[in-house]
């Protein structure tokens, strides 16, 4: 499986680096994703993205090596793309990188699996996020402006995101964005809106043809959301102790990852990341979460029950789905 490159690109001013900096905290460590760190020739103190600071000679001679898939200059810099990094595609993963419009015919030609984030702001908006970030000067900043607008970015592989509200929703945008762009984002949202990310783990233990379930009203996998200050493996050991009574007799291992929307109330909607360990458990107390029973079942017996990454997950642990039982 060959992954995408998702190239994220918008005028100075935008937000690109703020949204690149939440959707990595939210997908640190996601087996789907990788986000690119570019070769700029900026000294790494002068604020903005986190790169590789290189000097102009030697980002010349890293070009004349052939490490740089994309490279490209503006406003007195110049960017590059190694060329390494990009061996994520082979993996399947989607690789995020922080692009330009300026090259966008070039990469379009280079990659065969290629999606463009652009990210917009109102102008006015645009003009303020530059004074407040200090770098550069009046004459400096209408520049920008101007070569906000003179870029077009359209076609059947633009996926716009308007960042005029608050950090928060436009991270949430941006990461909903790339799991759509990846492809293992389940169930569709049923209504317009914000969905937040939820983090969150879970875990496939199995015992013969027989997998732990934690029962309510429908069959989950056990675990839940990653508090703050957790880690994905104290999130999976709490979650499975409190919905089925049972603690972890094995290191887990991280399987995959897929994401679904949930919806806990009406109107609020959570983009559900979910993790996916596999570990051996025993039981050790009762379920402390009301009304949570664990069960031990095989899943082909109650299959159309599942949630489709609950599916997904299971069949990435080898289980094997008859045909007429394939996920959705």
Same mark, same amino acid.
């Given at each position: 499986?060959?992954?995408?490159? %998702?190239?994220?690109?918008? /005028?100075?001013?935008?937000?690109?680096?703020?949204?690149?900096?939440?959707a990595?905290?939210?997908?640190?460590?996601?087996?789907?994703?990788?986000f690119?760190?570019?070769? %700029?020739?900026?000294?790494?103190?002068?604020?903005?993205?986190?790169?590789? /600071?290189?000097?102009?000679a !030697?980002?010349?001679?890293?070009?004349?090596?052939?490490?740089?898939?994309?490279?490209?200059?503006?406003?007195?810099?110049?960017?590059?793309?190694?060329?390494?990094?990009?061996?994520?595609?082979?993996?399947?993963?989607?690789?995020?990188?922080?692009g330009s419009?300026?090259?966008?015919?070039?990469?379009r030609?280079?990659?065969?699996?290629?999606?463009? %984030?652009?990210?917009?702001?109102? &102008?006015?908006?645009? =003009?303020?996020?530059? =004074?407040?970030?200090?770098?550069?000067?009046?004459?400096?900043?209408?520049?920008?402006?101007?070569?906000a !607008?003179?870029f !077009?970015?359209?076609?059947?592989?633009?996926?716009?995101?308007?960042?005029?509200?608050?950090?928060?929703?436009?991270?949430?945008?941006?990461?909903e @964005?790339l799991?759509?762009?990846?492809?293992?984002?389940?169930?569709?949202? *049923?209504?317009?809106?914000?969905?937040?990310?939820? *983090?969150?783990?879970?875990?496939?233990?199995?015992?013969?043809?027989?997998?732990?379930?934690?029962?309510?009203?429908?069959y989950?996998? /056990?675990?839940?959301? %990653?508090?703050?200050g957790?880690?994905?493996?104290?999130?999976?050991e709490?979650e499975v102790l409190?919905?089925?009574? @049972?603690?972890?007799?094995?290191? /887990?291992?991280?399987?995959?990852?897929a994401?679904?929307?949930?919806?806990?109330?009406?109107?609020?909607?959570?983009?559900k990341?979910?993790?996916?360990?596999?570990?051996?458990? !025993?039981?050790?107390?009762?379920?402390?979460?009301?009304?949570h029973? *664990?069960?031990?079942?095989? *899943?082909?017996?109650?299959?159309?029950?599942?949630?489709?990454?609950?599916?997904?997950a299971?069949?990435?642990?080898?289980?094997?789905?008859? &045909?007429?039982?394939s996920?959705?």
């Amino acid at each position: 499986m060959t992954g995408t490159l %998702i190239f994220v690109v918008g /005028p100075s001013g935008v937000g690109k680096d703020t949204l690149l900096d939440g959707a990595r905290a939210l997908l640190e460590n996601d087996s789907r994703f990788h986000f690119l760190k570019r070769d %700029i020739t900026r000294d790494a103190a002068a604020g903005g993205e986190d790169h590789n /600071p290189v000097s102009q000679a !030697e980002f010349t001679a890293r070009l004349n090596q052939g490490a740089y898939a994309l490279h490209w200059g503006a406003h007195d810099l110049r960017y590059g793309l190694p060329l390494a990094q990009l061996s994520a595609l082979t993996e399947g993963k989607s690789v995020i990188a922080n692009g330009s419009r300026s090259v966008l015919a070039s990469a379009r030609g280079r990659f065969d699996r290629f999606a463009i %984030i652009s990210v917009t702001a109102d &102008e006015g908006l645009l =003009r303020q996020r530059l =004074r407040q970030r200090g770098r550069e000067t009046d004459a400096d900043i209408e520049r920008r402006i101007a070569r906000a !607008e003179s870029f !077009e970015v359209s076609g059947d592989d633009v996926f716009t995101i308007s960042n005029d509200g608050s950090v928060a929703d436009g991270v949430a945008q941006f990461v909903e @964005c790339l799991a759509k762009l990846d492809g293992r984002l389940f169930r569709a949202r *049923p209504q317009d809106g914000i969905a937040y990310p939820r *983090p969150g783990s879970y875990l496939i233990a199995r015992r013969g043809d027989e997998f732990l379930f934690a029962l309510t009203d429908h069959y989950s996998l /056990p675990g839940g959301g %990653i508090e703050a200050g957790e880690t994905a493996v104290q999130a999976l050991e709490r979650e499975v102790l409190e919905e089925t009574g @049972c603690r972890l007799t094995s290191a /887990p291992i991280h399987l995959c990852d897929a994401s679904a929307y949930n919806a806990e109330e009406p109107g609020k909607y959570w983009h559900k990341l979910h993790r996916f360990f596999v570990a051996n458990v !025993e039981q050790v107390t009762q379920p402390t979460e009301p009304g949570h029973k *664990p069960v031990w079942v095989n *899943p082909l017996k109650v299959w159309e029950r599942l949630g489709p990454e609950v599916q997904y997950a299971l069949k990435q642990a080898g289980l094997q789905v008859p &045909e007429m039982m394939s996920a959705q």
